[in-house]
């Protein structure tokens, strides 16, 4: 069994240009079985899958420490690297995010997501206060001496429609991504980026492994390898795909079909 250093190492080098490694988001340990079963090379959990399965919103409304329990218990069930997402980190000052990534790999996890949104409010935090919070992450791992993956989120398109994205939030999100760089994150996660010029351009610009995540509008998973992708994300999208399987199911048991 690979030791938590070597499944971050692993993990790591899976993010490549042009050959995304995919992640099919679970939110409990069953999942995960499954997943690995599917040949999965790497098992994500999802913040909202993980926290509406447990009965709550997403937006770190799940109580921090089922959120880790459930990641004990991931970790622990399936012989991969796990990634956690631990949203904004449950608390805005640096402090609060060091303690909760100190316990997000004390649970096992070789990855974290680490999201740039203001939870509670409408904006993102402002460039250099996100760095100084990605360097506590940073601090944290360093303190338990795992080379942690830190897929650094940024939220600059999933705040907007599609149709209204424009160079200037590419501009912006070229930006974080450099600050981020320069904070040790590992990772750029642009969720709702779906255009193919602006992802092909993100790709060439980001100092970053760039991560998307799949949507109604996004191209083909081919697609977005052509584009330069190194990592693809399911997102919530696996959880609504098993419950509508589920519901489905329920509803043909209760009509006795």
Sequence with gaps: MATQIEKARQFAALHVKGDPV?????????GAKALAGAGAKVVATGSAAVAIAHGYADGEQLPLELAIANLKRIVAAVDLPVTFDMESGYGRSPDIVRQTTAQAVAAGAVGVNFEDQIIGETGLYPIDEQAARIRAVRQAADEAG???????????FLKRNPADHTDAHLEEVV???QAFADAEASGLFAPALADERRIAALCERSPLPVNLLVTAHTPPLKRMAELGVARISFGSGSYRTVMTAFTSAARAAFAME
């Design 22 to 30: 995919i992640l099919f988001n679970i939110w409990d340990a069953g």
């Design 146 to 156: 795992v080379p942690l993956y830190i897929n650094a989120r940024t939220d600059v």
């Design 175 to 177: 930006q974080r991504a």
